[in-house]
């Protein structure tokens, strides 16, 4: 990993984070049948630039000012909202790591998205770019006593111990498919790591590292298993699966390409910059994947270099 590719504590957090946790869930909406003459009424006593519009607790659509600017430029008659709202919309399931909202607010550049449940389809909140980053200087606050507090446990661990050579393992075995606990291998690591008293860089970088691993093997294979080697100057974490393999490491290799179908990328997932990020956090990383047998990615990560390129 170069000096340009430091991971910060943001970017371990949108990783962290869920939409649930920085949405706003006391949401104004408006029924199909709200008169298009009353929108702007309600847009300004709550000072809001737009609203779900909702139909027996299912979401049917999003209307906003731009739109209700644009029936004023038109000058039509009065109508109801459903004909001039936008039905075919793009949501966030309140459960998804945040940095699913991210690539969704860059992708399309919108100012909100509806969250929905997961499993009822029903309105939960609906979440901005406002709210990401009033989320993420909360919890950028309530962290940063933590992090001025810990110290190095793991390097007086290791010099206690009288061998040629020690190490820890650790093993976690991922689901394939399981898109409800996505993610919980690498919260699970990363809270290892954090008793274990490593630097917070050096914990980011394998956090996000491993989350994009244990994607991979969620989305594309039928699970497979992550171990983890922590000694005292590298961690190396090792993905392993028997799934499809690569056809092309180079190709798969590049930012945005991505073999995921179209049901995964309504989840939320498969966004074609696993590979990539993993890439970003290692300082060495190796791929080894064959097509109908698996693939095998090993991951370096120095700990001293780690916390050398500490930065906020």
Known sequence: MNSDSRITKVQELVYEIRVRDVMKDDVVTVSPQTPMSKLQDILREKRISGAPVV???GLAGIISIDDFIRWLAEREEDC???EKMTSDVQTLYADEPLIHAVNKFEQYGFGRFAVIDRQDKRLRGIITKGDIIEGLLKKLEIDYHKEETQNERIQRFFEDIYADRIALFFQYNVAGQDFKRAGESSSRLKATLGRLG?????IRRVAIATYEAEMNLIIYADGGRIRVRVEPHQILVKV???GPGIPDIEKALQPGYST??????????????????????????NLRSTVGKGTHLSIYISVENGAKSETN
Do not use: K, T, Y
């Open 55 to 57: 139909d027996q607790d």
């Open 80 to 82: 109801p909202i459903s």
């Open 240 to 242: 392993e699966d028997s």
């Open 198 to 202: 490593l630097h917070p860089q050096v």
């Open 260 to 285: 995921a179908p179209d049901w995964v990328r309504e989840l939320g997932f498969g966004a074609g910059m696993g590979l990539n990020n993993i890439s970003n956090c290692a300082d060495r990383m």
